[in-house]
């Protein structure tokens, strides 16, 4: 890893204001653990309480809507979550795709306001246990990830500051098992050589690639170790300080795991 690691949480729909006090635990934590970056996506009902008492870490919101707004009951905008206290979304996780059919399409509109908002994005990408096993997932993601993205002359001149890339197999998320770390290596490497094509060498060698499925602190430090991992998007860990910040421990300190 050339850039300080960055581990996100990402709460899902889980996170009342009860949480809260977890979240200052994550914080105060995240300001003895400098070398990485820690960030938390919570529900949008906590963005705004956690980014108020923040002192270290990053706050962001799960998704957006891609229009500036409007008649979209239930929605909300790109510059609605930055308001809120986000500095960056989360685009195109494998459970917006499947239970709101975001497409491609929809995905890359998403990214294009939330870039617009002057909001990070990480990009999710991702294949399905069928599509692994029909040995297709490589060029699956990378299909993804490049239908996703806005195209180069459409994203900020900063790329590898406003874009990161969260590589989540289907097949390991919430289930316990995670990837192997050669297939982690396969594809993370293959994503970088897609950013490069696409970003040129200078922004695409510096976005950082997420790992994502089943990050737990017992497993993380393998995964860090693999090459081309930037960090880790983290789900069902991230719920409690400990977990997640066991899992930020083995991205400060690799040689202690
Ligand atoms: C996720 O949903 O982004 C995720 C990685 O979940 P988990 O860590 O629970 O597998």
Not at 10 to 28: C, P, V
Not at 96 to 116: F, G, I, P, S, Y
Request: hydrophobic share 45%; charged share 20%; glycine share 8%.
């Amino acid at each position: 890893m050339t850039r300080r690691p960055y581990i996100v949480g990402n709460w899902k729909m889980h996170g009342t204001r009860a949480m809260l006090s977890e979240a200052r635990t994550i914080d105060r934590a995240a300001q003895r653990h400098m070398k990485v970056e820690v960030a938390l996506a919570p529900p949008y009902t906590l963005i705004h309480p956690i980014h108020r008492e923040a002192e270290q870490i990053a706050v962001g919101a799960q998704d957006c809507h891609e229009a500036d707004g409007g008649a979209h009951t239930g929605d909300i905008s790109a510059a609605m979550v930055a308001d809120a206290g986000a500095s960056f979304v989360i685009l195109g996780h494998s459970e917006r795709r499947q239970n709101h059919r975001e497409t491609d399409a929809l995905v890359r509109a998403k990214a294009e306001a939330a870039l617009a908002a002057g909001l990070k994005i990480i990009m999710c990408c991702g294949e399905s246990a069928d599509t692994r096993e029909s040995g297709k997932a490589v060029a699956f993601v990378k299909a993804q990830l490049k239908a996703s993205l806005p195209p180069a002359d459409a994203m900020p001149a900063d790329v590898a500051e406003r874009l990161t890339v969260a590589y989540e197999p289907i097949w390991a998320i919430g289930t316990g098992t995670a990837a192997t770390t050669d297939d982690i290596a396969e594809m993370h490497g293959e994503i970088r050589a897609l950013l490069i094509q696409l970003f040129g060498e200078e922004q695409g060698s510096e976005v950082r690639i997420l790992y994502g499925g089943s990050v737990k602190p017992d497993n993380a430090a393998e995964i860090f170790a693999v090459p081309e991992v930037g960090g880790a998007l983290v789900g069902g860990a991230s719920l409690t300080a400990d977990s997640l910040m066991g899992i930020a421990l083995a991205a400060s300190e690799p040689s202690a795991n």
